[in-house]
Structure formats: C-alpha cells, structure tokens
C-alpha cells in the first residue's frame, strides 16, 4: 500500500534554477514597490489551499533553516556546517528491536531505491518551503531492523560534536537534540528518511548525511544529522518540549486552528512570496494522516 | 576664532551623526534592492530596523549619563536627534510588520495586538514615543516648561517595552535581548547617582525655558 506518489507536486513543477534566481532579484525590488501597488488588488486575491506549490530555489532551502547546532541563525547552518565531517557516518539502532546494532551509513541506504519526495516543510515560525527531497520511505529502513511488539516510539538522536557544530558550545537547548515519533508515525508512507536535496548530495546544513522529514509536523520534528535510533515502548522526550512544554508539544502537528502561545499559526509565510498564506490543517496532508489522530484532542496533544 | 571653529566643527559633528543614524536605512535599502536580505527579506527588515530602533534609543539614553560623567555639555545637543532617529526605526519597524508582513490584514492585526504579549508591549511602546516625538521640538520644550522632564522620562519604559517585545519575540537564544536590558539597566541606575558624585566640579544647569534649542536640561530624559 505504498503510496509511491508523492501528494500534491509533481517533479516536473521544479523550478529551472535559472528562473527563480530571476524570481529572487525580482521579489527584493517588488517588496518595496509593491506597497503602493498592491494593496487593491492583494484582498481580493484570495488563495486555494496548497495553490501554487513551486519548490523552493537550491539556494534559500541552503541558505534559511534552523540547525541550531550550528547557530540559532537562519543562515548560521550554511556558514557554519561546513567544518562538519559527515564520513564515517555510523547510526546506533537501539532498543526494542531484533537487530539492535552500530550500522555503516552505506549500510543503512543498501538496497533502499531513493525517490524524489516534494513536500512542503511548515516551520513552526510561520514559514514554510516547498522542498524536492531525494529519500525513501522510513519504514522501508525500520522493517529491516525488525522492531518487537514492545517498539510503540522511535526516538530520534542528532549528532553531538562541539567541535565542528559551534552551536552545541552553548546552552541555549539541551544537547543533544532528540525527537520522537509514534510507531504509526514512524511507519507511515509519507515519513521520509532523506538522504538528498534537489538530486544532489544532501547539504550539511540540511542535515547530511541523514535525517527525517515529516511533514504534516512542523519542521522542529525532523531531527537531522541522525546517529542513533532507538525503539522505546514509552514516549521519548523530544528537545523543543523539554526546553518550552508550553510551547512545544510531542505530537506538533501543523495545526492553524492551535496557536503557539506567543503568536498565532494560521498563516504563514512561504519564502519567496509577499503574501502570508494560510496554515493548512496536517500542512495539506490531513487526507493521508488524519486518521492516525482519530479521537485524539488536537489542542491538548499539540 | 576659536568660537566659530567651535561653531563649525558641531556643524559637522551633526552633520556627520546625522549621516551615521541614515546609514543603517541606506545599507537596508542597498542590500534590499540587491537581492542581500537572505531568503525572507521582509522578516530580515522587520528584524534589522527593530534592532536599529533600539540600539539608536539606548545610545540617546545613554547621552545623559555620559554628558555627566565627562562634563561634555556638548552631547546633549545630539540627544534630540538620535531620539527621533531612534522613532524613526521603529516607525519603519512597525510599518514594516503592519502594511508588509501582515499586509494591512486588520483581522490578525487586531487580534495579535490584543492576543500576543510581545506584540501588545511592543505596539505600546511605539504609541508611547509617539506623543514624545511630537514634543521634542524647542518649542514644545518651552512650551511644557517643567513638565517636559516628567514627560519625556517615559522614555525608559517605551526602551524597556522595546526590549521585553525583543525577549519575549525570541525561540530560545536570548543573548542578544539581554546585552540590551543589562546596558538599559545600568544606565537606569546612572540616573540614580547623586549628581554631586559623578560630576563634583560642574555648574548648576540653567533653566530649561531660557536655553538655546540645542541645548537641554540636564534632568530631561
């Protein structure tokens, strides 16, 4: 039942690098002339949900994202995860499993057939991308580990070394950054494990050379730079909450009728337009998820 | 003669300040136009001009403290001007948020104003520089007499206003907000010292009625 499709966006809508570096140029010289211009015409534009998903150019999906372990920054992770080595790469898979083990990233990615997965990526700031992933489907790696019946989470580990992650040299979140997802969660056909980035090596700043993308969660959720994952019969803690709990929940599920305490998720900015747009309930993918919620108080477990 | 090169060289001095306050604007609109404002420009305005606004009206609150310390009566003719730049980054800051990134979106507006605590004290903060940027004039000066000091004291709460906005606007890094309040609160407390203290030698300051425009009393804030 793999849907192999990936919703919504199809790869031949990517963007040629040559037209959104014109789109860029552009965009810095409408947004101080289209003040005057537009403010008629912008209220009665109204927008149709997931209208106009364009991915987002190489360029800003490098160079904006948060990788706090290497600055709380949008552009410290491009500038500063270059110092990062991503070779040898090891991933510890621990916990309720059959074959618990220390795995070679060559290893872990044998035989996975990687695909490209468009997805949109929901901050929980209030912007969003549209990103074209290369990956394959979690599961297809979780099932190779053959979790027991006593696996009901998986938590997430993101690398900890001070010396080439500068932003673990201060406090500023508990080191290191863990996140977690329920079983159904983790097995889920849209859970990406992503290994690439517009058909190129994935960026260090992005994550290399392995993470998670979830994305009917905001982005906090997709841990990166993965070096172990452990299968736990309780829920895992996951860094955000520890650091804020009324904040930052496990479950962080794109939800624009559940605003952050300290401003409001029913709109957002996608890089690159002028225009907020609105929040969509699972960011779009409430077709393919919501039933994994079903009966559960949204507002409670945010 | 001495008193005209005195005149002439804070001539340039304001001259120059004045070009210092517009170079923050300047490299903003330059790096706007050429694309240099990273992946979200409008976020990356509201930030820089925020930033601006505070730093500019912490170092106009800082003209006071020093002009005692040194016993340089000459800063407090820049005072002004570095305040009304300081309203002036803000005004930009709040324009930014209201008419580009909210896009004059009442609704939301509205109801962040009223919901969200750090865009509640930031807005408040604005509206209260508002009334002391209209009465900075000499004139207004004159004309409120011995309650302009009072007024324009207020001033501290619309900088800590500005600052709280800034601490309760940020994720999880605070460094940056509170280099802001620790410079606020020390210079809170050097209006504290008795003046005989700091400044042992220096004359009373005369009467804030009959002072020249580019002068102002030394109590104001």
Redesign the interface.
Known sequence: MLIRRAPDLASSEITPESSYLNR??F???A??A??DLA?PA?RRRARAPGDGDKP?SY??IT??NNY?EFG?G??DPAEYAGQLHTTPWKVQVAGEVAKPGNYDLDDLLHGQTIEERVYRHRCV?A?SMVIPWNGFPLRNLINRFQPSSRAKFVEFTTLLRPSEMPGQR?D??PWPYVEGLRMDEAMHPLTLVVTGLYGRALPNQNGAPLRIHVPWKYGFKSAKGLVRIRFTETQPSNTWNV??PNEYGFYANVNPDV?HP???Q??E?R??E???RPTLMFNGYGDQVASLYGGMDLRRFF | MPAIGARAWRRTARALLFLACLAPLGVL?AD????R???????A?ELRTGIWGLTILVVTLAITPLRRLTGWNVLGGYRRMLGLFAFAYITLHFLTWF???????IR?IG??IV????ITVGFASFLLMIPLAFTSSAAMVRRLGKRWAPLHSLVYLAALGGIVHFV??V???L?EPTRYALVLVGLLLLRFVPRRLVRPRAARPVAAAVLPPSVEPTRAA
């Open positions: 860029r140029s965009m810095a010289a947004s101080f289209a003040l403010w912008a987002n360029e800003d160079h904006y706090y709380t949008k552009e700031e912007w201060s500023v979140l650091a804020a605003d300290r401003w409001s029913a709109r900015r890089i690159g002028f225009f907020r | 609109l706007g136009l050429g694309g404002l990273g992946a979200d420009p409008i976020r305005t008419g580009v990134d909210q896009f004059f979106a939301y109801k962040d919901k969200r605590p750090y309760w606007e994720k999880a890094d460094s």
